[in-house]
C-alpha cells in the first residue's frame, strides 16, 4: 500500500506554529541528529518526535510513512555491522571468511546509522503533515528569500506526488481490467512498466501544459509580485526558535567541548 504525505488540518499547537518555526525545527532535528553518535540518545529523540506528532494529532499518519523505512533501516544496519570492522568481535567470523565478523562498535554504529536516518525523515514528516503549502512557500519566499521559481517548483512537486500516485494506481486498474498480467520475475515485472509509463507521462505532460496556461493568465513572473495574505511569526515562534538554537549548541559543545 503506498503512503501519501498531505497536509493534515487540525487545530494542535504544532499546527499554529509559524511554517518557518517548523522548518526550522527540522533542521535543527537534522543538525542534532548528527552530532549526536550513541543509539540511546537517537532513540530519545525519534521517540520525542512520534511524541509531538501524537500531540499534533498525526501520530497515525507519521507511523504509516516510518513504516516503510524500517527496511531501509535495516538494509543500513546490515551493511555497516558486515563492513565494519573496528571494536570488539561478538559474531563470527561468519561461513569461515576471516572479514565477514560482527563487531560491538559496527553494530552501534549500524543502529546509530539506522536511528539517525528514521529521526531525519520523521522531522521533515512532521513539518510537511502540520504545515500548508501555502505557508511553506511563504516562508521560503519571505523569510529565506528563495526566489519564488524555485519555492514554487518544490512545492508544486511535494503537491503532485499523492495524485501521481493515485493515477498510476487508475492506470494500472484499467490495465488490469484489460487482462494485463503485472506479476512475474523482475523481467516480466519490468517490461510490465510500459504500459504504466507512457499514459502516465501522456497525462502529466498534459498537466503541465494546463498548468503554464493557467499561470501565464495569473501573471505568474512579471515583476511587482504582491501577496493575499502575510503570515509573521508570534513571539512563541521565537521563543522555540531561540530553544532550538540553545539546544544545538549545548549538544555540540557536550560532544566537542
Known sequence: MSVTIEYVPASSPVHRLHALTKLSAALA???????????????????????????????????????????????LILLQVFFFTEGNVIVGPIAGVSWLAITDAGLLFGISMALRMITIVTSFLLFLLTTPMRSTVLALVEYLKVPYDYAFLFITSLRFIPTFLEEVRLIREAQEARAHDFGGGSLARLKAIFPLALPLVNLSLQRAERMAMAMETRGFGLPGRTYYRSEKPAAVDMAVIAGLLLAIAAIGLRQFG
Open 29 to 75: 532535528v537534522l543538525t542534532i541528529s548528527l552530532l549526536l553518535r550513541d543509539p540511546l540518545s537517537l532513540s530519545v529523540l525519534f521517540l520525542s518526535l512520534l511524541g509531538l506528532s501524537a500531540v499534533a494529532g498525526v501520530g497515525r499518519e507519521t507511523l504509516a510513512a516510518v513504516k516503510g523505512l524500517f527496511k531501509v533501516a535495516l538494509i
